[in-house]
């Protein structure tokens, strides 16, 4: 299942290039179920982290630059951002094929192992690619065995130290135990499923 997460992650970011190309520039002022975020920033958290995390992974004992997260800004135009993030899940599969998924890698501080890594990331961007659909009507059907490995794994990392007001998750949504696996893992994630535009 390791080796999966760094496959599923890289065939989600595919994905959710395509997503990207799709959203149109009239769209970028609107919300999102990211309280903090419009479409424009959501768009910005998308490409810089990948691009961040596609650097950790080629460079897993914390050396090598990382880019500036706080200060980016997505290309304008849907096709540049969207090939941003392809080019991002190019150098993470070449990381995956390198057999990162089997080192300790250092994003943060200290180092975790590499399909820890590769999970957690794969859980940001079923979820991120969720909250960029339902911001613009556009459609999210990330890979049903993507979606099982981020709900199977997820549950582990996201524990009440990181929920909360001032954290980087929400507490979880309620649903119920029959709703699709999607919806479970955004629920998990401290996102409304079913969040509508106001």
């Known amino acids: 299942m390791t080796q999966n997460h760094g496959q599923y992650l890289t065939s989600v970011l595919d994905q959710l290039a395509d997503l990207v190309a799709e959203v149109e520039p009239s769209r970028y002022g609107a919300p999102t179920p990211c309280p903090e975020f419009d479409v424009a920033v959501l768009r910005n958290h998308i490409l810089a982290w990948a691009q961040f995390f596609a650097a950790s992974f080629e460079h897993p004992d914390g050396s090598g630059e990382r880019p500036d997260v706080d200060g980016y800004e997505a290309p304008a135009s849907p096709a540049e951002a969207a090939d941003v993030l392809r080019d991002a899940s190019r150098r993470i599969a070449a990381c995956v094929a390198a057999g990162v998924a089997d ?13 820890m890594s590769l999970g957690m990331c794969l859980g940001e961007y079923v979820v991120h690619g969720h909250d960029l659909a339902l911001a613009t009507g556009l459609a999210w ?44 893992i955004v629920a998990l994630s401290g996102r409304d499923p079913y969040w509508k535009a106001p």
Do not use: I, K
């Open 141 to 184: 059907d990330p890979p049903a065995e993507a979606v099982a490995a981020a709900l199977d794994f997820l549950p582990s990392m996201l524990t009440d130290e990181y929920r909360g007001p001032d954290q980087s998750f929400g507490y979880a949504v309620e649903v119920p135990a029959t709703a699709p696996a999607l919806d479970r």
């Open 103 to 115: 080192q300790p890698v250092t994003m943060f501080g200290g180092a975790m192992p590499g399909s």
